[in-house]
């Protein structure tokens, strides 16, 4: 497994581009990127996004080394991309033939007090999306719901308040794949892994703040885990 120092230096040799010469795009000195690609200091936020730009690819493979988030890549592969065009639009607007409605999940508290959450869907809150764009996802539209990532343990790829597009169609684990999750009443969006025995394991971006959790079978119905779907669609507002 690369670390994001040595995937820095190889996009930048692939790109055809010394240290000085990825410097003096991003403004920095030379000496700054030779530490961020010998892992002396660690690009984070708004200069991980530069340099990713600098090198045509994007904080997604940089920071997890998953080649379906390389944006020279084939996208189609990836299970958290922008697709189709946006244009404005509010709720007087009124939905094309080829397009629907998704709603969002969130987290519902079920009695004054009580601090237990349930997931439900929202009635008011929704996003529209073309029903062709969605096909090419391979999902089912009766099957796509939203979901707000809350908290940092996904950033920098996703930040807090990020929305996803959820496949609730598509609920076995692909290894390194991102899915949202029911977490006894709490909605998480993690990348998860197979374990042996029907477990998983939940891994976050932010891996310094949040490290691995690990579910055996039996404790993920102990703990009333269930995985809702994979994520195919991300939108970041920054």
């Known amino acids: 497994m690369s670390t994001l120092g040595q995937r820095i230096a190889r996009k930048r040799e692939r790109a055809g581009l010394n240290q000085s010469e ?30 990713a730009a600098a090198l045509s690819t994007t904080v997604a493979y940089l920071v997890s080394g998953d080649q379906t988030m390389d944006r020279t890549t084939d996208l189609s592969r990836s299970n958290a991309t922008l697709i189709g065009p946006m244009d404005t639009w509010d709720d007087n607007t009124p939905l094309d033939d080829d397009e629907v409605y998704v709603p969002f999940l969130k987290e519902v508290e079920l009695s004054a007090g009580s601090g237990r959450t349930v997931i439900e869907q929202s009635h008011k809150q929704k996003l529209r999306f073309g029903k062709l764009t969605l096909r090419r996802q391979g999902v089912q539209p ?19 308040k990020s929305t996803v597009g959820v496949d609730q169609g598509s609920t076995s684990v692909v290894d390194g794949k991102m899915y949202a999750l029911d977490h006894d009443g709490q909605l998480r969006v ?45 939108s970041v507002l920054w």
């Open 22 to 51: 990825l410097a003096r795009r991003l403004s920095v000195s030379p000496q700054a990127v030779q530490k961020w690609e010998s892992e002396v200091s660690v690009p984070r936020g708004r200069r991980l996004e530069e340099i």
């Open 142 to 160: 009766d099957d796509a719901v939203c979901v707000t990532v809350s908290g940092n343990s996904m950033e920098p790829v996703l930040p807090d």
């Open 190 to 234: 993690k990348m998860l892994y197979r374990l042996p025995g029907g477990g998983i394991r939940m891994r976050s971006y932010n891996r310094d703040e949040h490290p691995d959790e690990e579910y055996t079978a039996q404790q993920m119905t102990e703990q009333n885990i269930v995985i809702k779907g994979k994520v195919f669609w991300s």
